[in-house]
Nanobody
Framework: QVQVEESGGDLVQAGGSLTLSCTTS????????MAWFRQAPGKKRERVSC????????DYADSVKGRFTISRDNAKNTLSLQMNSLKPEDTAMYYC?????????????????WGQGTRVTVSS
């Protein structure tokens, strides 16, 4: 049974930092690209960051480039997102998602959303 659980969301002041974690089980974590998505109230879901499966090449949305760092620990089947210099516009529900197919890079647009998300709120 596949399990994906996000954690680490919190209320933080602008300029602060948070680290999100995603623990997974039930699939071959290291074979899949992994990504963080977010969705703010009334807005479309957007991909924040991705890390590919084989080369572990990271990719970032322009809005978070230089502030967020994605990483994966294949031994622990976990994905992390270090978020620094947080802004009110980072406020959203954050979701961790594996790619639908194995051995993907971050050009893929097919993701599985199995987790419940973790809420990040940045106050001004």
């Amino acid at each position: 049974q596949v399990q994906v659980e996000e954690s680490g969301g919190d209320l933080v002041q602008a300029g602060g930092s948070l680290t999100l974690s995603c623990t997974t089980s039930g699939f071959a974590f290291d074979d899949y690209a992994m990504a963080w998505f977010r969705q703010a109230p009334g807005k479309k879901r957007e991909r924040v960051s991705c890390i590919s499966s084989i080369t572990q090449t990271p990719d970032y949305a322009d809005s978070v480039k230089g502030r967020f760092t994605i990483s994966r620990d294949n031994a622990k089947n976990t994905l992390s997102l270090q978020m620094n210099s947080l802004k009110p516009e980072d406020t959203a529900m954050y979701y961790c998602a594996p790619s639908q197919a194995q051995y993907q890079n971050c050009y893929t647009n097919a993701w599985n959303f199995w987790g419940q998300g973790t809420r990040v709120t940045v106050s001004s």
